[in-house]
DNA sequence: TCCATTCTTCTAGTAAAATAGAAATATTGG
DNA sequence: CCAATATTTCTATTTTACTAGAAGAATGGA
Protein backbone atom coordinates (compact mmCIF):
# COMPACT_ATOMS: atom_id res chain seq x y z
CA UNK A 1 0.00 0.00 0.00
CA UNK A 2 1.35 3.57 -1.12
CA UNK A 3 1.05 6.29 0.97
CA UNK A 4 -1.76 7.92 -0.88
CA UNK A 5 -3.98 5.38 -0.43
CA UNK A 6 -3.33 4.79 3.06
CA UNK A 7 -4.41 8.45 3.48
CA UNK A 8 -7.11 7.77 1.71
CA UNK A 9 -8.40 5.37 3.79
CA UNK A 10 -7.94 6.97 6.91
CA UNK A 11 -9.29 10.13 5.67
CA UNK A 12 -12.52 7.76 4.71
CA UNK A 13 -12.55 6.87 8.35
CA UNK A 14 -11.72 10.10 10.18
CA UNK A 15 -15.31 11.60 10.27
CA UNK A 16 -17.92 11.07 12.82
CA UNK A 17 -20.34 9.99 10.23
CA UNK A 18 -18.19 8.37 8.08
CA UNK A 19 -17.05 5.78 10.94
CA UNK A 20 -20.40 5.52 11.33
CA UNK A 21 -21.33 4.37 7.95
CA UNK A 22 -18.51 2.20 8.36
CA UNK A 23 -18.78 0.38 11.83
CA UNK A 24 -23.00 -0.22 10.71
CA UNK A 25 -21.53 -2.21 6.99
CA UNK A 26 -19.44 -4.07 9.49
CA UNK A 27 -21.99 -5.25 11.61
CA UNK A 28 -24.09 -5.82 9.47
CA UNK A 29 -22.19 -8.19 7.14
CA UNK A 30 -20.79 -8.69 3.56
CA UNK A 31 -24.82 -8.27 2.19
CA UNK A 32 -24.73 -4.51 3.25
CA UNK A 33 -27.14 -1.91 3.31
CA UNK A 34 -29.05 -0.22 0.70
CA UNK A 35 -28.21 3.93 0.76
CA UNK A 36 -31.47 4.58 2.04
CA UNK A 37 -31.27 2.17 4.50
CA UNK A 38 -28.47 3.68 5.71
CA UNK A 39 -29.37 7.47 5.15
CA UNK A 40 -32.54 6.18 7.67
CA UNK A 41 -30.77 4.64 10.19
CA UNK A 42 -28.11 7.19 10.89
CA UNK A 43 -30.79 10.31 10.04
CA UNK A 44 -29.04 12.11 7.65
CA UNK A 45 -29.80 13.60 4.44
CA UNK A 46 -29.36 11.42 1.26
CA UNK A 47 -27.19 14.20 -0.18
CA UNK A 48 -24.70 14.28 2.69
CA UNK A 49 -24.54 10.42 3.12
CA UNK A 50 -24.03 10.32 -0.68
CA UNK A 51 -21.10 12.25 -0.53
CA UNK A 52 -19.40 10.54 2.31
CA UNK A 53 -20.28 7.08 0.57
CA UNK A 54 -17.79 8.51 -2.53
CA UNK A 55 -15.32 9.70 -0.73
CA UNK A 56 -15.65 5.71 1.40
CA UNK A 57 -15.50 3.74 -1.95
CA UNK A 58 -12.54 5.60 -3.68
CA UNK A 59 -11.07 5.11 -0.67
CA UNK A 60 -11.44 1.22 -1.29
CA UNK A 61 -13.37 1.12 1.79
CA UNK A 62 -17.09 0.66 0.44
CA UNK A 63 -17.92 -1.61 -2.28
CA UNK A 64 -21.18 -1.12 -4.39
CA UNK A 65 -23.51 -2.96 -6.26
CA UNK A 66 -26.89 -1.52 -7.88
CA UNK A 67 -29.93 -2.93 -7.02
CA UNK A 68 -32.78 -1.78 -8.91
CA UNK A 69 -33.04 1.64 -8.23
CA UNK A 70 -31.40 0.96 -4.89
CA UNK A 71 -27.44 0.58 -4.60
CA UNK A 72 -26.06 -1.41 -2.14
CA UNK A 73 -23.34 -0.99 -0.13
CA UNK A 74 -20.75 -3.02 2.04
CA UNK A 75 -17.74 -2.39 4.00
CA UNK A 76 -14.58 -3.86 2.40
CA UNK A 77 -11.88 -5.06 4.66
CA UNK A 78 -9.36 -5.35 2.47
CA UNK A 79 -8.16 -1.65 2.68
CA UNK A 80 -8.55 -1.56 6.39
CA UNK A 81 -6.97 -4.73 6.70
CA UNK A 82 -3.64 -3.29 4.27
CA UNK A 83 -3.39 0.05 6.48
CA UNK A 84 -2.25 -1.81 9.26
CA UNK A 85 0.69 -3.50 7.28
CA UNK A 86 1.34 -0.39 6.16
CA UNK A 87 1.78 1.50 9.33
CA UNK A 88 3.87 -0.80 11.21
CA UNK A 89 6.11 -1.13 7.87
CA UNK A 90 9.83 -1.25 8.61
CA UNK A 91 8.33 -0.99 12.31
CA UNK A 92 11.81 -0.48 14.73
CA UNK A 93 14.12 -1.15 12.07
CA UNK A 94 13.22 -4.37 11.52
CA UNK A 95 12.89 -5.73 14.94
CA UNK A 96 9.18 -6.33 14.94
CA UNK A 97 9.01 -7.83 18.80
CA UNK A 98 9.39 -4.07 19.84
CA UNK A 99 6.60 -3.49 17.80
CA UNK A 100 4.46 -5.86 19.90
CA UNK A 101 1.78 -4.35 22.70
CA UNK A 102 4.23 -3.71 25.29
CA UNK A 103 3.48 -5.65 28.68
CA UNK A 104 1.63 -2.70 31.47
CA UNK A 105 4.48 -3.40 33.26
CA UNK A 106 7.16 -1.65 30.87
CA UNK A 107 4.81 0.81 30.00
CA UNK A 108 5.77 4.47 30.49
CA UNK A 109 3.32 7.41 29.99
CA UNK A 110 4.30 10.98 29.81
CA UNK A 111 4.53 12.48 32.70
CA UNK A 112 3.93 16.14 31.38
CA UNK A 113 0.09 15.41 30.61
CA UNK A 114 -0.94 18.10 27.86
CA UNK A 115 -4.58 19.53 27.04
CA UNK B 1 -11.89 2.17 22.97
CA UNK B 2 -14.88 4.61 22.45
CA UNK B 3 -16.06 6.43 19.50
CA UNK B 4 -14.39 9.83 20.07
CA UNK B 5 -10.78 8.34 20.40
CA UNK B 6 -11.18 6.37 17.81
CA UNK B 7 -11.84 9.10 15.77
CA UNK B 8 -8.74 10.78 17.84
CA UNK B 9 -6.52 8.16 16.66
CA UNK B 10 -7.85 8.10 13.28
CA UNK B 11 -7.61 12.06 12.76
CA UNK B 12 -4.72 12.04 14.18
CA UNK B 13 -2.96 9.81 11.25
CA UNK B 14 -5.38 11.16 8.61
CA UNK B 15 -2.86 14.07 7.54
CA UNK B 16 0.27 13.43 5.35
CA UNK B 17 2.46 15.46 7.90
CA UNK B 18 1.41 13.33 10.77
CA UNK B 19 1.83 10.19 8.60
CA UNK B 20 5.24 11.09 7.79
CA UNK B 21 6.13 12.46 11.30
CA UNK B 22 4.16 9.01 12.70
CA UNK B 23 5.83 6.65 10.19
CA UNK B 24 9.10 7.66 10.79
CA UNK B 25 9.17 7.39 14.50
CA UNK B 26 7.50 3.99 13.86
CA UNK B 27 11.02 2.87 11.96
CA UNK B 28 13.37 4.16 14.71
CA UNK B 29 11.72 2.62 17.21
CA UNK B 30 11.35 3.04 21.09
CA UNK B 31 14.17 5.62 21.32
CA UNK B 32 11.97 7.95 18.97
CA UNK B 33 13.30 10.75 17.87
CA UNK B 34 13.92 14.96 19.49
CA UNK B 35 11.75 17.52 17.86
CA UNK B 36 13.84 19.40 16.17
CA UNK B 37 15.52 16.38 14.32
CA UNK B 38 12.05 15.19 13.03
CA UNK B 39 11.43 19.09 11.93
CA UNK B 40 14.67 18.76 9.89
CA UNK B 41 14.09 15.84 8.85
CA UNK B 42 10.66 16.32 7.67
CA UNK B 43 11.69 19.67 6.51
CA UNK B 44 8.87 21.47 8.19
CA UNK B 45 8.69 24.66 10.45
CA UNK B 46 9.08 24.24 14.20
CA UNK B 47 5.49 25.69 14.68
CA UNK B 48 4.11 23.66 12.04
CA UNK B 49 5.50 20.72 13.80
CA UNK B 50 4.40 21.09 17.40
CA UNK B 51 0.96 21.41 15.87
CA UNK B 52 0.71 18.04 14.66
CA UNK B 53 2.39 16.93 17.82
CA UNK B 54 -0.09 18.26 19.89
CA UNK B 55 -2.76 16.63 17.91
CA UNK B 56 -1.17 12.62 17.79
CA UNK B 57 -0.09 12.96 21.55
CA UNK B 58 -3.35 13.68 23.03
CA UNK B 59 -4.92 10.75 20.38
CA UNK B 60 -2.35 8.83 21.65
CA UNK B 61 -0.33 8.05 18.83
CA UNK B 62 2.94 9.55 20.69
CA UNK B 63 4.48 10.21 23.65
CA UNK B 64 6.74 12.27 24.86
CA UNK B 65 9.60 13.17 27.46
CA UNK B 66 11.77 16.01 28.30
CA UNK B 67 15.60 16.09 27.84
CA UNK B 68 17.11 19.32 28.70
CA UNK B 69 15.85 21.89 26.28
CA UNK B 70 14.50 19.18 24.13
CA UNK B 71 11.36 16.94 23.69
CA UNK B 72 11.70 13.11 22.77
CA UNK B 73 8.95 11.79 20.65
CA UNK B 74 8.84 8.27 20.17
CA UNK B 75 5.34 6.30 18.43
CA UNK B 76 2.62 4.40 21.31
CA UNK B 77 1.42 1.48 19.26
CA UNK B 78 -1.58 1.02 21.73
CA UNK B 79 -4.18 3.70 20.18
CA UNK B 80 -3.42 2.36 16.67
CA UNK B 81 -3.67 -1.70 17.91
CA UNK B 82 -7.07 -0.28 19.86
CA UNK B 83 -8.23 1.51 16.76
CA UNK B 84 -8.19 -2.11 14.71
CA UNK B 85 -10.58 -3.75 17.14
CA UNK B 86 -12.77 -1.30 17.57
CA UNK B 87 -13.20 -0.51 13.63
CA UNK B 88 -13.87 -4.96 13.80
CA UNK B 89 -16.20 -4.58 16.65
CA UNK B 90 -19.07 -6.62 16.13
CA UNK B 91 -18.18 -7.82 12.69
CA UNK B 92 -21.11 -9.23 10.66
CA UNK B 93 -22.83 -9.48 13.69
CA UNK B 94 -20.25 -11.90 15.24
CA UNK B 95 -19.49 -14.13 12.48
CA UNK B 96 -16.01 -12.92 12.68
CA UNK B 97 -14.83 -15.46 10.45
CA UNK B 98 -17.05 -13.22 7.42
CA UNK B 99 -14.51 -10.95 8.03
CA UNK B 100 -11.80 -12.86 6.28
CA UNK B 101 -10.37 -11.63 2.91
CA UNK B 102 -13.08 -13.21 1.10
CA UNK B 103 -14.18 -14.70 -1.79
CA UNK B 104 -16.11 -13.59 -4.57
CA UNK B 105 -19.61 -14.15 -3.34
CA UNK B 106 -22.45 -13.80 -5.49
CA UNK B 107 -25.08 -13.40 -2.54
CA UNK B 108 -27.53 -11.09 -3.23
CA UNK B 109 -30.52 -9.78 -1.08
CA UNK B 110 -34.39 -9.00 -2.47
CA UNK B 111 -33.73 -4.74 -2.89
CA UNK B 112 -36.74 -3.81 0.18
CA UNK B 113 -36.41 -0.53 1.37
CA UNK B 114 -38.12 -0.93 4.25
CA UNK B 115 -37.74 0.40 7.91
C1' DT C 1 -43.71 6.77 -23.06
C1' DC C 2 -44.60 8.78 -18.73
C1' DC C 3 -44.03 8.49 -13.96
C1' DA C 4 -42.54 7.35 -9.28
C1' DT C 5 -38.28 5.81 -6.78
C1' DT C 6 -33.75 6.01 -5.52
C1' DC C 7 -29.58 7.78 -5.63
C1' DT C 8 -25.97 11.13 -7.46
C1' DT C 9 -23.98 15.49 -9.00
C1' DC C 10 -24.02 20.41 -8.91
C1' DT C 11 -23.66 24.43 -6.30
C1' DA C 12 -23.11 27.73 -2.71
C1' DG C 13 -22.84 28.65 1.77
C1' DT C 14 -20.74 27.20 6.39
C1' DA C 15 -17.48 25.00 9.38
C1' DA C 16 -13.16 23.07 10.56
C1' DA C 17 -8.28 22.31 10.04
C1' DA C 18 -3.58 23.68 8.64
C1' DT C 19 0.08 27.03 8.18
C1' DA C 20 3.66 29.78 9.94
C1' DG C 21 5.35 34.23 12.10
C1' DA C 22 5.78 36.47 16.59
C1' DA C 23 5.83 36.02 21.33
C1' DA C 24 6.15 33.16 25.32
C1' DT C 25 7.92 29.22 28.07
C1' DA C 26 11.13 25.67 29.93
C1' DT C 27 15.89 24.26 30.60
C1' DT C 28 20.78 24.47 31.19
C1' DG C 29 25.27 26.54 31.34
C1' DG C 30 28.14 30.45 32.58
C1' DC D 1 20.57 36.15 37.13
C1' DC D 2 21.26 36.31 32.21
C1' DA D 3 21.83 34.35 27.75
C1' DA D 4 21.39 30.59 24.53
C1' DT D 5 18.69 26.79 22.85
C1' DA D 6 14.56 24.04 21.92
C1' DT D 7 10.01 23.92 21.78
C1' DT D 8 5.30 25.54 22.52
C1' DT D 9 1.36 28.72 22.47
C1' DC D 10 -0.95 32.60 20.45
C1' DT D 11 -2.80 34.69 16.50
C1' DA D 12 -4.34 35.73 11.90
C1' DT D 13 -4.64 34.03 7.46
C1' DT D 14 -5.33 30.58 4.08
C1' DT D 15 -6.90 26.23 2.68
C1' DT D 16 -9.65 22.30 2.82
C1' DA D 17 -13.73 19.73 4.08
C1' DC D 18 -18.60 19.33 5.11
C1' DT D 19 -23.55 20.25 4.51
C1' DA D 20 -27.74 20.07 2.23
C1' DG D 21 -31.11 22.04 -1.21
C1' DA D 22 -32.14 21.87 -6.15
C1' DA D 23 -31.57 19.67 -10.24
C1' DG D 24 -30.23 15.60 -12.89
C1' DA D 25 -29.66 10.54 -14.10
C1' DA D 26 -30.65 5.38 -13.71
C1' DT D 27 -34.18 1.95 -13.17
C1' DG D 28 -38.49 -0.50 -13.43
C1' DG D 29 -43.50 -0.53 -13.68
C1' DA D 30 -48.02 0.65 -15.94
Known amino acids: METESALQVLTGLAHETRLSIFRLLVEVG ?12 LEIPGTTLS ?8 AGLVVSE ?8 SADFDAMNGLVSYLTANCCGGNM ?18 R
Chains 1, 2 share one sequence.
Open 30 to 41: HEGLLAGEIATH
Open 51 to 58: FHLKNMSQ
Open 66 to 73: RLGTSIRY
Open 97 to 114: SACAPRKKSTRRRKATAS
